[in-house]
């Protein structure tokens, strides 16, 4: 420390333990390929937030830029993304993930291609996706897709639970394992320091020694926007180019037992409470009419019986072959 003029003081000032000690770093966990694919393909998650999820994950921005991107904002005949109000206030811009223009343009379509000016994530009503309980949500769709590994919901002094902004850990752990390097990586997460990277350098190498490869690109592991992963349960329903072609609807869920059940409240969550019937319309049918018939996801939500969602599908299959005579899937 400096003293007038300029010189050095021989002992520092403070007392020993007059400043806090850091706590130490927790663990952290981030998705494998094959859970964020159970993930995306359960349909009884609503649409809209499977949608963020593996945007998250392809992605890497934080969830808070996420939610408050606007459809202007996405190039998608381009597949270029711009990035101007963030955390750092650094604007940035970057090439989406492969995928991402096809689904996001599905996705916008089952929207009826809104306003330039209109928010390119919403809920099951149509509105700005809220980050308040994000956390928990994201925990809740996990154990509803069956994904139950102990180390994402594990809250310790070791280790910290998984949440939704540690959705793009994956990201972050994934791509340098797929050889990106960390100015690429950087350039999608904000990140102004290399540290930060450097902490998710052993998680990478999990990914990289057993070579498990890349996460699915979004287009493909969206059931309902002309994915290749076979959807769980009905009301799912394809027609020209493996394209949706029923309006979706949200899903009322039951969340899982534990401290997550008392977490949120359900009816402004998860869009309960619509006339008796627990679902949100997102948007008219194509047909005419008001598109108000609910899907039945199928599942067993108190068993997380999405869990089966991807087994037993075929990369080959195509959307014509899955739309015939599956009547109820599992």
Same mark, same amino acid.
């Given at each position: 420390m400096a003293v007038f003029p300029c010189r050095l003081l021989a002992t520092n000032p403070l007392p020993r333990g007059f400043l806090p000690k850091l706590d130490p770093a927790k663990a952290k966990a981030c998705l494998y390929l094959d859970e964020d694919a159970r993930l995306l393909a359960c349909t009884a998650i609503p649409l809209c937030w499977r949608v963020l999820w593996g945007f998250l994950n392809r992605d890497g921005p934080?969830?808070?830029?996420?939610?408050?991107?606007?459809?202007?904002?996405?190039?998608?005949?381009? $597949?270029?993304? %711009?990035? #101007?109000?963030?955390?750092?206030?650094?604007? *940035?811009a970057w090439a989406l993930s492969p995928g991402a223009p096809q689904a996001l343009r599905a996705w916008l379509a089952l929207r009826d291609n809104p306003a330039p000016s209109a928010p390119l994530f919403v809920d099951e009503d149509g509105d700005l996706c809220s980050v308040e309980h994000a956390a928990e949500r994201f925990r809740a769709h996990?154990?509803?897709? $069956?994904?139950? %590994?102990? #180390?994402?919901?594990?809250?310790?002094?070791? *280790?910290?639970?998984?949440?939704?902004?540690?959705?793009?850990?994956?990201?972050?752990?994934?791509?340098?394992?797929?050889?990106?390097?960390?100015?690429?990586?950087?350039?999608?997460?904000?990140?102004r320091s290399f540290a930060m990277i450097q902490r998710y350098r052993r998680a990478a190498r999990t990914f990289t020694e057993p070579g498990l490869g890349e996460l699915a690109s979004l287009a493909e592991a969206l059931p309902e926007l002309g994915g290749r992963g076979r959807p769980t349960g009905e009301g799912t329903e394809e027609g020209e180019g493996g394209t949706v072609r029923r309006k979706l609807l949200a899903i009322s869920i039951a969340w899982p037992r534990g401290e997550m059940a008392d977490a949120v409240d359900l009816k402004g969550a998860l869009g309960r409470g619509n006339g008796g019937d627990g679902a949100k319309l997102l948007g008219k049918s194509e047909g005419g009419g008001d598109g108000s018939t609910r899907l039945d996801s199928g599942c067993d939500d108190s068993e997380g019986a999405c869990g089966d969602s991807i087994r037993g599908s075929g990369a080959g299959e195509s959307g014509a072959e899955r739309g015939r005579g599956r009547g109820g899937r599992r």
């Open positions: 934080r969830i808070g830029e996420a939610v408050r991107l606007q459809v202007q904002d996405v190039d998608l005949e381009r $597949g270029a993304l %711009r990035l #101007e109000k963030n955390k750092t206030n650094d604007p *940035r996990l154990q509803l897709a $069956g994904i139950d %590994r102990p #180390e994402l919901f594990e809250d310790s002094e070791e *280790r910290q639970q998984v949440g939704a902004h540690d959705a793009r850990s994956t990201f972050i752990t994934v791509a340098p394992a797929n050889g990106q390097s960390e100015t690429w990586v950087t350039d999608r997460t904000g990140h």
